[in-house]
């Protein structure tokens, strides 16, 4: 490859990085039930000065350990309280993640599945997503991930013709797995190192190499993790004597051996989150998947490295589909491996027609589902059109990746057009990434976010602490909380404190849910608010003067 070609691979990798993991973080307000909790955590933590004790409302919360609340409570610090800050944490961990793969595809395999690597990883769905959440997830897949690397270098995975003779004792990577496997565990518990301590007993069973394995539980391991992970854990149970029941008793065990907090989802149930996780790549995986089951029916010996990423996914794979609760981001972890052994199979495969084939037909029944779909969402495009050009925008940027991969591969181009071509395909991947700003506020029939209804409320100075809901699920419940910065409550229905201003999506009359003896006016929030009402309640006037009025 000229130089020309390595400053433009170059080029594109950087950009694909910045673009897919940094730009727009704070595009849309925090969405779900998780992301304005642990923003709420996050920000208590960088307000009170306890970096101990995660609260939230006050009161000690144990869903989760303490890596992320810490991170994004220095980000809250550095940059201010906002979505971006809060979602920063989770796009470095991604970068950091991909880059130490990198590294790893590049000494295991050579240049060229590095290359792939780093244009397959970012561009795809679940990494995008993921580094785009404030949550834990991305925390704990990249610290996980980055404990793998190292582990290879200890298991001497990463040996070429450049490596000495005689062993020596890799020291430097031994304290980093160590350290690493310990943030893992201060992000998400003990499950970094079933995954991991997995992963490395089946790679061993197979390979038969017990000594190198047992290299992991090296003293050098073992005081590196314990310096990371314990303290925090300890000062936790320490100053909350309930901690070991309620974190590792009910979001440990009862949650992976019970269906007690209703995730519940079949056995396969991750064989098509994978799949989406991996758009716009999943064709090339589906053909990589069925090649690699081929040679192995065929009798081809796999090779130590490529044992040691299989079992990465495998039992990360089987270990969270035995789980009787079940979430997207479990899985999480198994992607950066699946990415690595899909640009292997990329890189060694450039030419073969069957690749181009897969991929080719892939993107041509994409862009005819466009039809079709324009057709299913008929009745939606009457009312909300933009839904529907932001759906179409997304599958044929999909189709156009696909699509220019097959030519790169089914024709046998030379290998200047066929990398002109895989670059187009590379920025094809980004169009969503760099129109998200776009697409995603069109993308939805109703704004998942409470952002915008907490400016309105704002706007009409309605006052916090007399601020109740009705009828909210606990999705908006909590996005409202952190954007309005107290806990709301529940009204039920019947009990009048004073003026009240009670928060309801039902356009219906106040009256119809005022007990008697109280007036009722309603407020008719903006367009930024669409759909929401505000209900004053109050006890009657002096005068028993019904006072019930409507305001706009």
């Known amino acids: 490859m000229g130089m020309g070609a390595r400053i433009g691979w170059c080029v594109l990798v950087a950009v694909t990085l910045a673009v897919c993991y940094f730009s727009n973080l704070g595009v849309i307000g925090f969405v779900g039930p998780d992301e304005p909790r642990y923003a709420w955590i996050a920000r208590d933590m960088a307000e009170s000065g306890d970096w101990i004790t995660p609260r939230l409302y006050g009161r000690p919360w144990f869903e989760k350990p303490v890596l992320y609340y810490w991170m994004a409570g220095a980000s809250f610090k550095l940059f201010g309280v906002s979505e971006a800050a809060a979602r920063l944490p989770s796009a470095l961990c991604a970068l950091f993640a991909t880059l130490a793969l990198a590294w790893l595809a590049w000494r295991v395999y050579g240049a060229e599945t590095a290359r792939w690597l780093l244009l397959l990883l970012p561009t795809s769905v679940g990494m995008i997503g993921f580094s785009h959440a404030a949550a834990t997830d991305m925390p704990f897949s990249a610290m996980l991930t980055i404990a793998m690397v190292f582990a290879a270098v200890v298991l001497r995975l990463t040996r070429n013709e450049n490596t000495p003779i005689l062993p020596h004792t890799p020291w430097p990577a031994l304290l980093l797995f160590g350290f690493f496997l310990g943030l893992a565990v201060l992000a998400k518990g003990p499950a970094a190192i079933i995954l991991c301590g997995g992963a490395v007993f089946f790679w061993a069973l197979l390979t038969k190499k017990w000594r190198d394995a047992f290299r992991l539980l090296h003293p050098i391991v073992i005081a590196s993790f314990c310096a990371t992970a314990l303290p925090w854990y300890i000062l936790c149970s320490r100053r909350n004597p309930d901690f070991f029941r309620v974190f590792i008793i009910e979001h440990n065990f009862k949650r992976y051996l019970t269906p007690e907090f209703q995730h519940i989802q079949p056995f396969w149930y991750y064989v098509p989150v994978v799949l989406i996780a991996f758009l716009p790549w999943s ?150 990434s760099l129109f998200a700003a776009l697409i995603l506020p069109h993308s939805f029939l109703n704004d998942p976010s409470t952002r915008n209804l907490a400016q309105e409320l704002r706007t009409h100075a309605i006052p916090g602490e007399k601020l109740v809901i009705r009828h909210m699920t606990r999705d908006y419940l909590y996005g409202l ?72």
Request: proline share 6%; with cysteine; glycine share 8%.
């Open 283 to 432: 064709a090339a995986l589906l053909w990589s998947t069925v090649q690699g089951s081929r040679r192995v029916n065929a009798g081809r010996v796999l090779s130590p490295r490529t044992v040691f990423f299989l079992t990465w996914v495998l039992f990360c794979l089987a270990f969270f589909s035995a789980s009787k609760s079940k979430l997207p981001g479990y899985v999480l972890p198994s992607l950066p491996a699946i990415a690595l052994l899909l640009s292997r199979t990329i890189a060694a495969s450039a030419s073969k027609k069957a690749l181009g084939f897969t991929v080719g037909v892939f993107g041509t029944i994409l862009l005819l589902a466009l039809f079709p779909l324009s057709l299913a969402l008929h009745e939606l495009s009457r009312f909300r059109p933009d839904i529907v050009t932001s759906y179409e925008a997304i599958l044929l940027g999909i189709a156009l990746v696909n699509l220019a991969m097959a030519v790169a591969f089914l024709f046998r181009l030379e290998p200047k057009t066929s990398q002109a071509i895989q670059f187009a395909a590379g920025g094809f991947a980004l169009l969503p």
């Open 481 to 552: 909380s952190f954007y309005m910065h107290r806990e709301l409550q529940n009204w039920d229905g019947t009990t009048v404190n004073g003026e009240m201003y009670v928060l309801s999506g039902l356009n219906r009359p106040c009256a119809d849910y005022v007990p008697a003896g109280n007036d009722c006016s309603t407020i008719v929030l903006g367009p930024n608010a669409k759909g929401w009402f505000i209900w004053v309640v109050k006890p009657h006037s002096a005068d028993g003067a019904p006072g019930r009025r409507q305001m706009h």
